[in-house]
Nanobody, 123 residues
Framework: QVQLVESGGGLVQPGGSLRLSCAASGSIFSISAMGWYRQAPGKQRELVANMPSLGSTNYADSVKGRFTVSRDGAKNTVYLQMNSLKPEETAVYYC?????????????????WGPGTLVTVSS
């Protein structure tokens, strides 16, 4: 069974930086894309950044130039470096992955979500 585990959330002052990590583990055959979404209180979940194995990385317009997503394929891990954070970016940040699971020779596509990590931007 494939699962995602996030880390790195916490409290940061406006203008500060945080780095989130998300590791996929389990019966992974391949991962075609990994990325991050966020959901602020009272708002819908929105894309922050997505990094496919092939193709271009996508960023929300609001984070371009401040956030950087990266992947370590060998570790099945995705990172989100967040700089110049704003109070309105306080949210639960969720890791997302599109995977192919190999469970005893049976392959299936799974879109997975991590449990979320809270990022609070406040002075």
């Amino acid at each position: 069974q494939v699962q995602l585990v996030e880390s790195g959330g916490g409290l940061v002052q406006p203008g500060g930086s945080l780095r989130l990590s998300c590791a996929a583990s389990g019966s992974i055959f391949s991962i075609s894309a990994m990325g991050w979404y966020r959901q602020a209180p009272g708002k819908q979940r929105e894309l922050v950044a997505n990094m496919p194995s092939l193709g271009s990385t996508n960023y929300a317009d609001s984070v371009k130039g401040r956030f950087t997503v990266s992947r370590d394929g060998a570790k099945n891990t995705v990172y989100l470096q967040m700089n110049s954070l704003k109070p309105e970016e306080t949210a639960v940040y969720y890791c997302n992955a599109h995977t192919i699971e190999n469970e005893s020779g049976r392959y299936r596509y799974l879109e997975l979500w991590g449990p979320g990590t809270l990022v609070t931007v406040s002075s």
